[in-house]
């Protein structure tokens, strides 16, 4: 975690932004982004959920802006940990995943706003704004169908099997596609290989999948299809 401190900064009047992405160039590339803004600052930076909890404490942000996918415990996850200790802090989730199956897990998870990386990048700081001012930003695509589904009231805002996927489930789904085996989902989310194995369980339930190996090649082919939108 890398944080600069108020009284080291002269923009000590901007909007503070803590950027948490486990790429370093993605990183790289907001912070040139937001630090060109007469109004924002990039004030830290961490790569998973227990960095972004220390800068939290040290570089006293105005907003969050968290990649989903994250080394260990994921960017949901992060933000539910962050409503425990900051309630009110305006939280960005910034992905490549498919915003139809994760844009409206992470609103119910306590986001202000959701944004794929696909977007154009100016986009970025428009949702910032936007939700540094007490607004809600989802794409309005994302915006017709939550509307949508206010109005008829169905289950989910997408009919797909993934979408039946609790958050943890995904979580694990997501690990095993990127070829993470069960030990190390163990290792990397703080769980028992039993829990791991009875969500394993869950998700070929789910997804009607007969066996470890068909869990892990749907897995695969889930993630290889999320990273090529």
Request: aromatic fraction near 4%; charged fraction near 25%; glycine fraction near 6%.
């Amino acid at each position: 975690m890398r944080a600069i401190s108020k009284s080291q900064s002269p923009t000590a009047t901007k909007k503070r932004v803590l950027v948490v992405d486990d790429h370093p160039i993605v990183r790289q590339g907001l912070a040139l982004l937001i630090n060109r803004e007469p109004d924002l600052v990039v004030c830290g930076e961490a790569e998973d959920a227990m960095g972004a909890m220390h800068g939290l404490a040290s570089a006293h942000p105005d907003i969050l802006i968290v990649d989903i996918s994250l080394n260990g415990p994921d960017g949901i996850d992060l933000l539910k940990n962050v409503r425990v200790s900051h309630p009110t802090l305006p939280v960005l989730i910034l992905s490549i995943h498919d915003e139809l199956i994760y844009a409206e897990r992470a609103l119910r998870a306590g986001a202000n706003g959701y944004i794929m990386k696909q977007e154009a990048t100016e986009n970025v700081l428009v949702a910032a704004r936007q939700i540094l001012n007490g607004e809600i930003y989802v794409s309005s695509r994302i915006a017709n169908q939550m509307l949508r589904h206010y109005i008829t009231g169905s289950g989910t805002l997408r009919n797909s099997s993934i979408a039946d996927l609790s958050d943890r489930e995904l979580e694990v789904f997501r690990l095993i596609g990127d070829g993470h085996g069960t030990r190390q989902i163990a290792e990397e989310l703080h769980l028992s290989i039993k829990t791991v194995e009875s969500y394993q369980a869950h998700i070929k339930e789910k997804l009607s999948l007969r066996s470890a190996r068909e869990l892990m090649q749907r897995a695969i082919q889930w993630n290889m299809n999320e990273k090529a939108v």
